[in-house]
Protein backbone atom coordinates (compact mmCIF):
# COMPACT_ATOMS: atom_id res chain seq x y z
CA UNK A 1 0.00 0.00 0.00
CA UNK A 2 1.01 3.49 -0.76
CA UNK A 3 1.69 5.16 2.62
CA UNK A 4 0.04 8.58 1.21
CA UNK A 5 -3.31 6.92 0.91
CA UNK A 6 -5.46 7.82 3.25
CA UNK A 7 -6.90 5.47 6.17
CA UNK A 8 -10.31 5.33 4.48
CA UNK A 9 -8.69 4.27 1.35
CA UNK A 10 -6.69 1.32 3.32
CA UNK A 11 -10.02 0.22 4.85
CA UNK A 12 -11.71 -0.08 1.45
CA UNK A 13 -8.67 -2.20 0.27
CA UNK A 14 -9.24 -4.11 3.64
CA UNK A 15 -12.94 -4.47 3.20
CA UNK A 16 -12.15 -5.76 -0.70
CA UNK A 17 -9.87 -8.11 0.25
CA UNK A 18 -12.31 -9.70 2.58
CA UNK A 19 -14.98 -9.94 0.22
CA UNK A 20 -12.80 -12.01 -2.00
CA UNK A 21 -11.81 -14.53 0.29
CA UNK A 22 -15.69 -14.67 1.35
CA UNK A 23 -15.82 -15.79 -2.33
CA UNK A 24 -13.01 -18.50 -1.95
CA UNK A 25 -10.70 -16.40 -4.17
CA UNK A 26 -7.42 -18.28 -3.98
CA UNK A 27 -5.17 -15.54 -4.78
CA UNK A 28 -6.68 -13.18 -2.23
CA UNK A 29 -6.52 -15.69 0.23
CA UNK A 30 -2.54 -16.52 -0.08
CA UNK A 31 -2.64 -12.78 0.09
CA UNK A 32 -4.01 -12.91 3.44
CA UNK A 33 -2.08 -15.53 4.70
CA UNK A 34 1.60 -14.01 3.38
CA UNK A 35 0.32 -11.08 5.08
CA UNK A 36 -0.16 -12.44 8.08
CA UNK A 37 2.00 -14.91 8.89
CA UNK A 38 4.61 -13.71 10.60
CA UNK A 39 2.31 -12.68 12.83
CA UNK A 40 0.69 -16.11 13.52
CA UNK A 41 3.97 -17.55 13.59
CA UNK A 42 5.24 -15.25 16.39
CA UNK A 43 2.12 -15.89 18.16
CA UNK A 44 2.51 -19.97 17.28
CA UNK A 45 5.25 -20.24 19.06
CA UNK A 46 4.64 -18.49 21.44
CA UNK A 47 1.81 -20.68 22.61
CA UNK A 48 3.67 -23.54 21.55
CA UNK A 49 7.17 -23.28 23.74
CA UNK A 50 5.18 -23.41 26.95
CA UNK A 51 3.28 -26.71 25.64
CA UNK A 52 5.79 -28.66 23.59
CA UNK A 53 6.48 -31.97 24.57
CA UNK A 54 9.41 -32.61 22.64
CA UNK A 55 13.13 -31.54 23.81
CA UNK A 56 14.90 -28.84 21.85
CA UNK A 57 17.99 -30.54 21.41
CA UNK A 58 16.33 -33.82 19.81
CA UNK A 59 13.62 -32.37 17.32
CA UNK A 60 13.60 -29.20 14.68
CA UNK A 61 10.42 -26.86 15.25
CA UNK A 62 8.84 -27.03 12.57
CA UNK A 63 7.83 -23.28 13.12
CA UNK A 64 11.60 -22.07 12.77
CA UNK A 65 11.90 -24.57 9.81
CA UNK A 66 8.93 -22.51 8.17
CA UNK A 67 10.49 -18.79 9.41
CA UNK A 68 13.89 -19.76 7.43
CA UNK A 69 12.17 -20.99 4.30
CA UNK A 70 10.18 -17.14 4.17
CA UNK A 71 13.48 -15.53 4.47
CA UNK A 72 15.28 -17.78 1.48
CA UNK A 73 17.26 -20.18 3.84
CA UNK A 74 16.63 -23.85 5.16
CA UNK A 75 17.28 -25.58 8.27
CA UNK A 76 20.67 -28.48 7.99
CA UNK A 77 19.37 -29.53 11.38
CA UNK A 78 19.69 -33.35 10.52
CA UNK A 79 17.28 -33.79 13.39
CA UNK A 80 13.49 -34.83 13.07
CA UNK A 81 11.15 -31.94 12.79
CA UNK A 82 8.33 -31.70 14.70
CA UNK A 83 4.79 -30.85 13.08
CA UNK A 84 2.86 -29.51 16.31
CA UNK A 85 3.52 -26.02 16.31
CA UNK A 86 2.82 -26.24 12.52
CA UNK A 87 -0.86 -27.65 13.46
CA UNK A 88 -1.05 -24.60 15.81
CA UNK A 89 0.26 -22.87 13.01
CA UNK A 90 -2.72 -23.62 10.44
CA UNK A 91 -5.30 -23.67 13.02
CA UNK A 92 -4.81 -20.09 13.97
CA UNK A 93 -5.25 -19.60 10.34
CA UNK A 94 -8.55 -21.24 10.05
CA UNK A 95 -9.58 -19.52 12.84
CA UNK A 96 -8.89 -16.54 11.14
CA UNK A 97 -10.58 -17.27 7.94
CA UNK A 98 -13.36 -18.26 10.03
CA UNK A 99 -13.56 -14.77 12.06
CA UNK A 100 -12.39 -11.99 9.25
CA UNK A 101 -15.36 -12.17 8.00
CA UNK A 102 -16.97 -9.95 10.66
CA UNK A 103 -14.53 -7.28 9.82
CA UNK A 104 -16.60 -4.09 8.74
CA UNK A 105 -13.71 -1.54 8.56
CA UNK A 106 -16.04 0.37 11.29
CA UNK A 107 -14.09 3.56 12.56
CA UNK A 108 -11.70 3.32 10.41
CA UNK A 109 -10.29 0.09 11.93
CA UNK A 110 -7.37 -1.58 9.19
CA UNK A 111 -7.56 -5.18 8.68
CA UNK A 112 -3.80 -5.44 10.36
CA UNK A 113 -5.61 -4.17 13.79
CA UNK A 114 -8.43 -6.36 14.25
CA UNK A 115 -6.12 -9.26 12.85
CA UNK A 116 -4.05 -8.28 15.56
CA UNK A 117 -6.81 -7.80 18.42
CA UNK A 118 -7.81 -11.70 17.68
CA UNK A 119 -4.43 -13.21 17.54
CA UNK A 120 -4.01 -11.69 21.12
CA UNK A 121 -7.77 -12.41 22.44
CA UNK A 122 -7.65 -14.40 25.59
CA UNK A 123 -10.90 -16.55 23.64
CA UNK A 124 -8.50 -17.28 20.87
CA UNK A 125 -6.12 -18.53 23.14
CA UNK A 126 -8.73 -20.89 25.09
CA UNK A 127 -9.99 -21.70 22.22
CA UNK A 128 -6.93 -23.25 21.41
CA UNK A 129 -5.77 -25.25 24.36
CA UNK A 130 -9.63 -26.42 24.05
CA UNK A 131 -8.41 -27.41 20.44
CA UNK A 132 -4.99 -28.72 21.61
CA UNK A 133 -5.69 -30.51 25.48
CA UNK A 134 -10.30 -31.13 24.29
CA UNK A 135 -13.23 -29.45 26.30
CA UNK A 136 -11.17 -29.54 29.87
CA UNK A 137 -10.08 -26.18 29.63
Known sequence: MNPLESKADKVAVDLDLISR??????K???????????????????WCVSHCKYPAGQYFCG???LSLQRDGRSPDTGLPE?????D??????????????????KND?????????????????IDWLRWKYGRVF
Not at 21 to 26: F, N, T
Open 28 to 46: AWELFVDRFTNWTLYKSRE
Open 109 to 125: CLLSTFVWTILNSRELF
Open 21 to 26: ISGDDE
Open 82 to 86: CDEGL
Open 63 to 65: LTS
Open 88 to 105: TYIWIFDQLRRRIGKYTG
